[in-house]
């Protein structure tokens, strides 16, 4: 049975995993670490953290209202499986995004506010992984503590998942620029690889 420890920890690992894979928000935040230092582009993360924190909540309530509906649970399954695969060919097609762009002289916080408010795809990332992870009894979201110590967790894991691109920056923009699409297979190789496990959990 999930415990409040459990539904923390899962929530920070599956965050800290989830902000990784390169993205608007973490190559923004190695910019801003480059040019406006440690500091700067650590109010940005907690800004991101923040705007987590209420979409992940929101996305954990819709995902309460999907389970009080069982018949639904084989299309969020089917669902899941769809977006994984769809993610996997996403990212090993991912042309490179880590391009110079100029920044407005504006606040990091403010900046990172804006860039997450944006990150709507958060919405379907959370309401996916919830359901998922429910399903399969590693997160409680019977409760508003567990719900909270989990959205916490995530919240968290998004700062995690920010810091080696902030303390990194300088060595990681290099290693992007040349490495990005070898990277970016990766990770579409593993959304795969989940998917196909997915898939076969359906049959099983």
Same mark, same amino acid.
């Given at each position: 049975?999930?415990?409040?420890?459990?539904?923390?920890?899962?929530?920070?690992?599956?965050?800290?995993?989830?902000?990784?894979?390169?993205?608007?928000?973490?190559?923004?935040?190695?910019?801003?670490?480059?040019?406006?230092?440690?500091?700067?582009?650590?109010?940005?993360?907690?800004?991101?953290?923040?705007?987590?924190?209420?979409?992940?909540?929101?996305?954990?309530? #819709?995902?309460? =209202?999907?389970?009080?509906?069982?018949? $639904?649970? +084989?299309?969020?399954?089917?669902?899941?499986?769809? %977006?994984? /695969?769809?993610?996997?060919?996403?990212?090993?097609?991912?042309?490179?995004?880590?391009?110079?762009?100029?920044?407005?002289?504006?606040?990091?916080?403010?900046?990172?506010?804006?860039?997450?408010?944006?990150?709507?795809?958060?919405?379907?990332?959370?309401?996916?992984?919830?359901?998922?992870?429910?399903?399969?009894?590693?997160?409680?979201?019977?409760?508003?503590?567990?719900?909270?110590?989990?959205? #916490?967790?995530? =919240?968290?894991?998004?700062?995690?998942? $920010?810091? +080696?691109?902030?303390?990194?920056?300088?060595?990681? %923009?290099? /290693?992007?620029?040349?490495?990005?699409?070898?990277?970016?297979?990766?990770?579409?190789?593993?959304?795969?690889?989940?998917?196909?496990?997915?898939?076969?959990?359906?049959?099983?």
């Amino acid at each position: 049975m999930p415990t409040l420890y459990l539904n923390f920890f899962i929530g920070l690992l599956v965050s800290f995993l989830g902000t990784l894979p390169l993205g608007v928000l973490n190559i923004t935040i190695m910019d801003v670490s480059l040019k406006k230092g440690i500091n700067a582009a650590l109010r940005f993360a907690l800004a991101c953290a923040l705007v987590e924190f209420v979409y992940s909540y929101i996305s954990v309530q #819709l995902t309460r =209202s999907i389970i009080d509906f069982p018949a $639904l649970k +084989p299309i969020t399954e089917v669902f899941a499986t769809m %977006t994984l /695969l769809a993610m996997g060919i996403y990212y090993i097609q991912k042309q490179n995004s880590l391009t110079k762009t100029k920044q407005k002289t504006v606040s990091s916080f403010y900046l990172g506010t804006l860039l997450s408010i944006l990150n709507v795809v958060a919405f379907p990332f959370w309401i996916l992984y919830t359901t998922l992870l429910q399903g399969k009894g590693l997160v409680g979201i019977s409760g508003q503590g567990l719900i909270v110590i989990y959205v #916490l967790g995530i =919240s968290l894991g998004t700062i995690a998942g $920010l810091l +080696p691109f902030i303390y990194g920056s300088r060595f990681l %923009t290099r /290693l992007v620029a040349v490495h990005q699409h070898r990277m970016d297979r990766m990770i579409g190789s593993l959304f795969l690889f989940l998917s196909a496990c997915q898939f076969i959990s359906l049959w099983i």
